[in-house]
């Protein structure tokens, strides 16, 4: 009953690499969120989307870019990896506003080195 | 920027015992919720209280909202093995959070048998 997948579940690459993480749903949710967590931060909102072809910047959006071209497909690009965006990425919907809760994919980890 | 502090950040106590988990701001949230996340996946949601001194309690756990709606708090009964994790509080903006969540840095939990 996933309803939301993250693919690949894990990923290591260079430094300098371009890196593409994908979230899809099955939901049909509006809203879709992409966090990163990381000890002594916590989850931190990188870009989000409130429906196709509209993204909007989180606190922490340098680096990243996304895409989100249907509704269940949202897909986050790290154009040049570097070893500060070695993190554990977890993409989120939620049907209504955030407010209403969201359920969370099971998380890429991404290792650049 | 809000700002969510938990306390605190780790708790080891005995099955059976009970526990109070605290998550404070200086800024007033639509609404709060609670996530509970174990190793390798993603959070996942607890509950939503969105009215200013609401108390909900699910089993065990009794959380309530703050009556400024600027603190909450999960409190476990009985605490049991099970309920061992991370708990993330979260909190949704004047805007119905559709900016996306702020979320604590969270509370470990182990529940010794």
């Known amino acids: 009953d996933a309803g939301i997948t993250q693919s690949p579940r894990h990923k290591v690459t260079e430094t300098g690499t371009p890196v593409t993480l994908r979230c899809h749903q099955t939901?049909?949710?509006?809203?879709m969120y992409w966090y990163r967590q990381d000890p002594g931060h916590g989850l931190r909102l990188i870009h989000y989307s409130y429906g196709v072809k509209d993204t909007d910047k989180g606190e922490v959006s340098d680096g990243y870019s996304v895409s989100r071209s249907k509704t269940e497909d949202f897909l986050l690009t790290l154009e040049s990896a570097t070893s500060s965006q070695t993190s554990v990425y977890f993409c989120a919907i939620t049907f209504g506003t955030a407010n209403y809760g969201y359920t969370f994919g099971s998380g890429t980890r991404l290792t650049v080195v | 920027t809000q700002l969510l502090e938990q306390s605190p950040q780790f708790l080891s106590i005995q099955e059976g015992e009970n526990l109070t988990v605290y998550c404070n701001s200086s800024s007033v949230f639509s609404s709060l919720q609670w996530y509970r996340q174990e190793p390798g996946e993603g959070p996942v949601l607890l509950v939503t209280v969105v009215t200013g001194g609401e108390v909900k309690k699910l089993k065990r756990l009794t959380f309530q909202f703050g009556d400024a709606r600027k603190d909450s708090s999960l409190h476990i009964t009985a605490a049991q093995p099970g309920d061992t994790g991370l708990y993330l509080c979260a909190g949704g903006d004047s805007g119905g959070g559709a900016d996306g969540l702020t979320f604590g840095k969270g509370t470990h939990l182990i529940i010794q048998p």
């Open positions: 939901e049909n949710h509006r809203y």
